[in-house]
């Protein structure tokens, strides 16, 4: 089973705190994807992996970074945690190829509160 | 413009009885695909049905199937015989085609639709 990990479910931080949240998988998958997700707003991508050490912005990256140094694992980076970035915090996983028909596997999710 | 848009924030069906969740999309590319996940309240997304552009009949898996009707641009999942165990929060996701290489994948979300499956 493809098995996509998260270092936290739940997260506390204060207002300009950096903040790390970690994803992990284990199926040696090349791309890897931060979503946050909000009520209303469905999953909004804010930025993917298609390689180590290569990253590219989604829709929403302003106040975040990302960090891959190995395949396995893609790191999301809040430089100065805001309460704007209290959200779910959604990683992803998924085969790169030239096909449109293969799904992206999700972790368990990290509730992050930004007091 | 919103690429995916699912109208219907909350539904409620009685158990064993059949469900329609809507989805539309908004796509100038002739290659695309369309995804179902669901989440339940412990968070994580399960993948559950997939249909390409260019596939000639609408997917089905096991009680879900996808009603696919490419002229009007909508992908709404039917969920049969209605189970506790359904009420989640379903969403509807696209990937358009990659003929430059460049998508690496990428899904676009609709906002969700919460089901709410009655004894």
């Known amino acids: 089973d493809v098995k996509v990990t998260q270092s936290s479910r739940y997260l506390v931080k204060r207002t300009g705190e950096k903040v790390f949240l970690e994803c992990v998988q284990d199926?040696?998958?090349?791309?890897m994807f931060w979503y946050r997700q909000d009520p209303g707003l469905g999953l909004r991508l804010i930025y993917f992996?298609?390689?180590?050490?290569?990253?590219e912005k989604g829709d929403i990256p302003e106040g975040y970074s990302v960090s891959r140094e190995k395949k396995e694992r893609f790191s999301l980076i809040l430089e100065s945690a805001s309460t704007n970035q209290t959200s779910m915090y959604l990683c992803a996983s998924s085969i790169h190829r030239q096909k449109i028909d293969y799904e992206q596997y999700f972790g368990p999710g990290t509730r992050l509160t930004v007091t | 413009a919103q690429k995916i848009t699912q109208t219907q924030p909350g539904m409620f069906v009685q158990e064993k009885e059949a469900v329609t969740l809507d989805c539309t999309y908004d796509?100038?590319?002739?290659?695309?695909?369309l995804f179902w996940y669901k989440q339940p309240s412990s968070g994580e997304m399960i993948f559950l049905i997939y249909?390409?552009?260019?596939?000639?009949q609408n997917a089905t898996e096991g009680r879900y199937s996808l009603n696919f009707q490419k002229a009007r641009k909508s992908a709404n999942l039917v969920i049969s015989a209605s189970q506790l165990g359904d009420s989640a929060m379903y969403f509807c996701?696209?990937?358009?085609?990659?003929?430059?290489?460049?998508?690496?994948?990428?899904?676009?979300f609709g906002q969700g639709t919460i089901l709410t499956v009655h004894p």
């Open positions: 249909q390409g552009s260019y596939d000639q």
């Open positions: 796509t100038s590319d002739p290659s695309y695909g």
């Open positions: 199926m040696d998958h090349e791309n």
């Open positions: 996701a696209m990937r358009e085609g990659d003929a430059g290489g460049t998508s690496y994948g990428k899904l676009t």
């Open positions: 992996s298609y390689d180590v050490k290569m990253k």
